[in-house]
């Protein structure tokens, strides 16, 4: 198999636009914890990479620090309600933080609400997050033609 080539798991592709589920959730803050902070929680990438046994389940190459969270289902809301600040310092800002989901915690606390995330999102290589966005791009646009 080359790199991005054959589709392996056809299950990831998203199955509703963050758009979509932004206006439905009003883009309220749990929301936006779910769909947009969950993504830089190292706690989720490397779980996440365990659950997958460090393979993409969209080409079945090993993951690598290149990974990202990609969103399977963004209708979900973050429940828990505690959160941790994550650095993520630039040139202008060297002591920029965010507020993002406490995600180990929220494991080893209330499992059935960690499940809940689990389940909408899978890692995936940078490049293979791009391919499949142009899947569900492409499937969009068959489904509009129809």
Known sequence: MQWGGDIINLNIIPKNSSI??????N??????LFARKLTKSIFMKNYLKDKYNNKCPWCGY?????????????DHECFYNNY???SHPTNK??????KAPDCENCY???NNKFNECII???PVHKFCNLQIEE???EMQSEFCKE
């Open 135 to 137: 899947k569900y791009k």
């Open 93 to 98: 800002r060297p002591n920029r933080t965010y």
């Open 108 to 110: 080893k606390t209330t």
């Open 62 to 74: 090993n993951l690598n620090d290149n990974l990202v969270i990609h969103h399977i289902d963004y």
């Open 27 to 32: 883009n309220k803050e749990k929301w936006s």
């Open 20 to 25: 979509d589920s932004k206006n439905k959730h």
């Open 120 to 122: 909408r999102i899978a």
């Open 84 to 86: 941790i600040k994550i």
